[in-house]
């Protein structure tokens, strides 16, 4: 199917603005949920956050999730990957879609696969390497003998982790940690590289940084390497496309929470956040 690429850039100036529209870059004052819009986010870092994005039902959005497709597609197009595997659960129906966008419209067949959940939640990747050293040390009859990498992997492979945004990388690298892992596990064990990952919003501008440093992690059984990291939207950069379309004081709240999201964290400056975003809602 003939068409005019968009450069990255392009695809994020043009994705931006409706991913808020439409509810999937959600802010206190436009949340889909109104327990949100009252409370706001804890992240996984145990942060508390005054914005949110959410591409889980992303299937609300048919032609926002078919653009969204078509412009990581193009991204992957740049990459020398084989294998994309989503992250659960967001990056689950996204790598799908990814991939019959790549096959349709750049005429690029990308193989996909998809993690599954651990027995045990991890919030760390160190937390992730416990579980995981569990699983290989306990009888079978414990964990079962179900694949968390849901994919053929191949000898060869370079994979690529998928997901739909991050804030420091650290379910990117239990991703990463498990599929190096399952390799090794297999019957047959295989020889892939996994040091790429891809998703649409970047929440923090040091995570290029982050993942080239990985490769200095003290921890052999993390597979120390540099990891390379991709993605539409920079935040930080395409923040200003949104004064347009956010009230003011939502638009000052999320500047100033990206400039220094930890004078937030103070319990009388997050219910003063609260009022404001209820006497605009």
Request: charged residues 25%.
């Amino acid at each position: 199917m003939e068409r005019q690429k968009r450069s990255t850039e392009e695809w994020a100036d043009l994705l931006i603005i409706p991913l808020y529209q439409e509810q999937y870059l959600q802010t206190l004052w436009n949340a889909w949920d109104k327990n949100k819009r009252q409370n706001g986010w804890r992240l996984k870092n145990k942060m508390w956050s005054p914005w949110f994005y959410n591409m889980r039902p992303f299937g609300d959005s048919p032609k926002l999730f078919h653009n969204t497709s078509l412009a990581m597609a193009d991204l992957v197009a740049t990459q020398d990957v084989d294998l994309l595997i989503g992250v659960e659960m967001a990056g689950v129906p996204l790598v799908g879609a990814v991939s019959v966008a790549s096959l349709a419209y750049n005429g690029i067949e990308k193989r996909i696969g998809y993690t599954r959940p651990l027995p045990e939640k991890a919030c760390t990747p160190l937390e992730a390497l416990d579980i995981l050293r569990k699983i290989e040390a306990e009888p079978t009859e414990k964990y079962g003998e179900k694949s968390y990498v849901e994919a053929r992997l191949r000898n060869g492979d370079r994979v690529g982790i998928f997901d739909d945004m991050a804030n420091d990388l650290g379910s990117k690298i239990i991703a990463r940690l498990v599929v190096l892992w399952q390799a090794s596990q297999m019957s047959e064990p295989v020889q892939i590289t996994c040091n790429k990952a891809f998703y649409t919003l970047n929440r923090n501008a040091g995570n290029r940084q982050k993942g080239l440093d990985f490769a200095n992690n003290s921890e052999p059984d993390l597979y120390p390497a540099p990891i390379e990291v991709y993605y539409l939207i920079e935040t930080d950069e395409h923040l200003c496309k949104l004064e347009k379309v956010m009230k003011p004081d939502e638009f000052r709240v999320f500047s100033a929470y990206q400039k220094n999201p930890n004078q937030f964290q103070d319990y009388d400056v997050q219910q003063e956040i609260l009022a404001l975003a209820a006497r605009s809602n």
